[in-house]
């Protein structure tokens, strides 16, 4: 198993080259928070690209003014298929690294060098970005369905997951290029894990905070955690 790097809330990060890196942000009606994500997460990539899954509330204009590139759905087809739009409008660009993190702001942009550094420092192809949940805060039904989450996968990936739930993750763009993917919804992680580390993806952790959203999550964590955790199934034995 890979150790997880030292927590870099400890020492100094450095930054690295902002060219390194695409930010990608599927995003559904975030017209509040999501200019905040955009502005924030500039600083550590050279490109943007927010996904706008078919919002009604002005979304992809607020990002757009913001400096992100916008691609937009004509309804809502899912955090799966948003990302994969994304994933297949970088494709080719020449960035070293995807940066993937949710709009509702409750994955802080400031996070984003402790990802970058535990890869260009530890060689990892993915880093997970894992959160010190409280269920005092996070609720006990998404603590535990978290738990189960990171239990299963990491048996089946021979890794120690830290952080099952976590939309916020680098992927080096070299083995994203030609990976196929199928998931619509919030399984589309757990899919992309299963896959990269098929792929011989050296997976690792960077610890980043735990930001309540302005907005209830949509993630329902009994139905969509069971979901994710057949979608592993299926994504393990069938090999899909």
């Known amino acids: 198993m890979n150790p997880v790097p ?9 930054r690295g080259p902002a060219s390194l890196v695409a930010a990608l942000i599927p995003a559904y009606n975030e017209a509040g928070p999501i200019g905040a994500v955009v502005r924030a997460i500039r600083r550590y990539a050279d490109t943007v690209l927010v996904v706008d899954d078919g919002s009604s509330d002005g979304t ?7 400096g992100a590139e916008v691609v937009s759905h004509p309804a809502r087809r899912g955090k799966g298929v948003a990302i994969r739009t994304g994933l297949a409008r970088l494709s080719g660009r020449g960035h070293r690294y ?3 993190l949710d709009a509702d702001g409750q994955h802080d942009p400031e996070d984003a060098p402790r990802l970058i550094e535990a890869a260009e420092s530890q060689g990892y192809d993915l880093v997970i970005g894992y959160r010190v949940l409280d269920p005092a805060l996070s609720g006990p039904v998404r603590y535990y369905t978290n738990i189960v989450g990171c239990n299963t996968l990491s048996r089946w ?6 952080d099952s739930q976590s939309g916020f993750r680098l992927v080096r763009a070299s083995f994203l290029e030609g990976l196929e993917l199928d998931a619509r919804g919030f399984e589309i992680e ?3 894990l299963l896959k990269l580390c098929r792929r011989g993806a050296r997976m ?12 209830k999550s949509r ?7 069971t979901r994710i955790c057949l979608s ?7 090999r899909v």
Request: no cysteine; hydrophobic share 45%.
């Open 232 to 238: 592993a199934l299926k994504y393990h034995y069938m």
């Open 6 to 14: 030292p927590d870099p809330h400890d020492a100094g990060v450095s």
């Open 98 to 100: 995807v940066l993937m």
């Open 204 to 215: 690792g952790h960077a610890r980043v905070r735990s930001i309540p959203p302005v907005r």
């Open 60 to 66: 992809a204009e607020v990002a757009r003014a913001e």
């Open 157 to 162: 990936i021979g890794e120690t997951l830290l």
């Open 190 to 192: 757990t899919e992309m």
């Open 219 to 225: 993630l329902r964590p009994v139905r969509d955690v």
